[in-house]
């Protein structure tokens, strides 16, 4: 079934704001760094709409991503999981990773927000986590255009059977999030030649849990990685609050659009259906990152939406900017910074 991209004109505005209060401290019932940052409103806010419908043959489109001036398409057809469109013309360039065992192929679609592109010697490469083998690897995105076809090579192997993400970090180690053996708990940990620490700001992190029999997705996110900052961004999926640290433990906070953070055991006591939905995952740049605020609960997110999602923009230093007021319903979105368009998705619309 064919799916509708929509890409709005937009313009990046530059604005600080934000405030500072009582927070409470890293505990069971919250995912929370010492330091908290708490955010008022935004210095600027702009409605965007009118926006252009994008058509791609794209099967069970999933979600998308940007980088440079390529467009990339998850989908769940297992003939071809990715594929891929220029920008601005919307030119397909190749569908690639057809679902199988053997080589240059996944057993699963390989996820696009764990995926991590970049560029080398004028050349676009991903590093991609495949969750299903527990390893994360490598492809030359430009080399699998040109040649229209999609190779990899293992970068890392063998990581913890139970990791539900898995970032390559400047030196080598390895960030990793995992499901506890109890299943109350997704603790953070860094490998290092073979071996598991935790810096004192993952600790901290790791003090959250669900009680026993809850649903571990309340404490899952969104993570992104900053090479040249060595910030990891953190940007839960039931959580009003936002955290930006760097993976060392030397720097870290946390940053909440609201008056308080929310109690991991006020969410345990919230019938399911009626849970929030907070954000719908991040895309960093080099001087700001941007967060999908959905702010809908459950039944409503995956029936009939209410609430209009907002984009929120923030600086590497965790300060406000400003916020993008949507007038439709999307489930992610992606900037193409090289020609000025913003596009948004909504797999739930059929």
Not at 133 to 142: H, P, Y
Not at 276 to 304: P, Q, R
Request: charged share 25%; glycine share 6%.
């Amino acid at each position: 079934m064919k799916r509708k991209l929509l890409l709005f004109p937009c313009l990046l505005l530059c604005f600080i704001s934000g405030c500072k209060r009582v927070a409470p401290a890293p505990s069971a019932n919250y995912m929370v760094l010492d330091e908290v940052n708490y955010i008022s409103e935004f210095p600027h806010s702009h409605k965007i709409g009118n926006g252009i419908p994008v058509t791609t043959d794209a099967i069970g489109a999933q979600t998308f991503a940007i980088y440079n001036t390529l467009l990339f398409i998850q989908t769940s057809d297992p003939a071809n999981f990715w594929s891929v469109y220029s920008l601005p013309d919307e030119r397909l360039l190749g569908k690639f990773f057809p679902k199988g065992n053997g080589p240059n192929e996944f057993l699963w679609a390989p996820a696009l927000n764990h995926t991590e592109f970049y560029k080398e010697n004028g050349r676009i490469f991903a590093r991609i986590f495949d969750y299903m083998k527990d390893r994360i690897v490598m492809t030359d995105i430009t080399g699998m255009i040109e040649n229209s076809r999609a190779e990899f090579s293992v970068i890392v192997d063998k990581l913890d059977r139970n990791a539900i993400n898995a970032i390559l970090l400047n030196g080598n180690d390895v960030f990793c999030r995992k499901l506890s053996n109890n299943g109350t708990q997704l603790p953070r940990y860094i490998s290092k030649g073979g071996k598991d620490v935790t810096p004192d700001n993952l600790d901290k992190l790791n003090l959250s849990e669900v009680k026993p029999g809850k649903n571990h997705n309340i404490l899952a996110a969104d993570l992104k990685y900053n090479r040249e900052k060595n910030l990891i961004l953190e940007t839960p999926t039931m959580l009003n609050h936002i955290n930006l640290y760097s993976p060392d433990g030397s720097t870290g906070k946390t940053i909440c659009v609201g008056k308080r953070i929310d109690d991991i055991s006020h969410i345990h006591d919230t019938e399911p259906a009626y849970r929030m939905y907070t954000y719908d995952g991040a895309k960093i740049f080099d001087d700001f990152f941007a967060t999908l605020y959905c702010n809908e609960d459950v039944l409503s997110y995956e029936t009939e939406r209410k609430t209009l999602p907002t984009i929120q923009f923030f600086d590497w230093e965790g300060n406000p900017v400003f916020e993008l007021k949507l007038d439709r319903f999307c489930t992610s979105f992606a900037i193409d910074t090289v020609n000025g368009y913003l596009y948004t998705f909504n797999r739930l619309f059929k």
